[in-house]
Each structure stands twice: as structure tokens, then as C-alpha cells.
């Protein structure tokens, strides 16, 4: 079983936390095939965190977790906090395929997107 996870940085505001779980209740009513689970984890500050995160998916039966940064840029989190806590974890399940998705902010799509909430 396929799963996503959906990986923010977490807010001391709740309801920014609140949305993360909303966007990744919406991904996964859209998901159809291409994930079975979809689930959503927190670098800091809001629960769950990565590796719990992660765990969540192989505890639902998943034997391949894919890590979504939603981040817009590669600093620090993307390029050195978010691969130590996912090594951490594919370290602990050596027979899951665990394995990082390119950040938000580097995808094509991004350009439609912000073009389209300008107009």
C-alpha cells in the first residue's frame, strides 16, 4: 500500500496547523490509486512529528511512504532537518520504501498556480 505524507513546519497557531489536516483530508478524497493513505506530519512545534508521522503510515498497512515538503523554497528544513528525521526512519524500517517527493516550491506547477491567485 502506497502512502503520502504531507510534511509541514508546524505553527503555534492551531488553525495553521488545522489547515495542513484539512489539505491532506482533501488530498487523499482526490488521491484515488495513487494513495491508499494520506496523512500529514510537522517538523516542529505541532503533532504529529515526521516520525511519528511516518510511523502513522506503516502502522495503516503502508509499505511505501511518500514525503511531501510543503515548502516553497529548499533552506535548511528541506535540505538537512526533513531527510535526517526521514533517515531516522527508513533506518527503523529498512524493508519500507520511505523516500522524499521534490519540495513544493520546486514543482511546475507552482507558476500556474501563482499566476492564477494574482488574477
Not at 488530498?27 to 511516518?54: N, T
Not at 528544513?77 to 521534490?102: L, S
Request: proline residues 5%; aromatic residues 4%; hydrophobic residues 45%.
Amino acid at each position: 500500500m502506497k502512502a503520502l505524507l504531507l510534511v509541514a513546519h508546524g505553527s503555534r497557531r492551531e488553525s495553521s496547523n488545522q489547515e495542513v489536516r484539512d489539505l491532506a483530508a482533501r488530498l487523499g478524497e482526490h488521491a484515488g490509486d495513487r494513495f491508499h493513505h494520506v496523512d500529514c506530519a510537522f517538523l516542529e512545534i505541532a503533532e504529529p512529528l515526521i516520525p511519528d508521522g511516518i510511523q502513522r503510515c506503516i502502522d495503516a498497512g503502508a509499505d511505501q511512504v511518500v514525503v511531501l515538503p510543503y515548502f516553497l523554497s529548499a533552506g535548511r528544513h528541506v535540505v538537512e532537518d526533513i531527510p535526517n528525521d526521514v533517515a531516522i526512519k527508513q533506518a527503523e524500517h529498512p524493508g519500507i520504501d520511505i523516500h522524499i517527493a521534490p519540495y513544493l516550491g520546486s514543482s511546475a506547477g507552482v507558476i500556474d498556480l501563482l499566476l492564477a491567485s494574482a488574477s
